[in-house]
């Protein structure tokens, strides 16, 4: 029953923005630590942001400065802002929950960065 509905992608200019977001069906969602990865044809899937249930946050070195990833618990989604936008973020973006044992995964989102 639990699922998690991503939005927000689609087709951006280098320098470009897009904010991604993730609906989730939790009945509760803040204690989950949330997470987005992201993998693009040939390459491993690679983790891009994360945050705690506590607030700690960490970002991949690629996308730090540009990116962004936030949490509304009361709309129980996750949202990834990306800024400054370049052609090797392009990728199927997935969000991702996890707490324990637990992990949940969104049906990823494509993101095209090209002029």
């Known amino acids: 029953q639990v699922q998690l509905v991503e939005s927000g992608g689609g087709l951006v200019q280098p320098g470009g923005s897009l904010r991604l977001a993730c609906a989730a069906s939790l009945s509760i969602f803040s204690i989950y630590e949330i997470n987005w990865y992201r993998q693009a044809p040939g390459k491993q899937r690679e983790l891009v942001a994360t945050i705690t249930s506590g607030g700690g946050r960490d970002y991949a070195d690629s996308v730090k400065g540009r990116f962004t990833i936030s949490r509304d618990n009361a709309k129980k989604t996750m949202y990834l802002q990306m800024n400054s936008l370049k052609p090797e973020d392009t990728a199927v973006y997935y969000c991702?929950?996890?707490?324990?044992?637990?992990?949940?995964w969104g049906q990823g989102i494509q993101v095209t960065v090209s002029s």
């Open positions: 991702n929950l996890n707490r324990g044992s637990k992990t949940y």
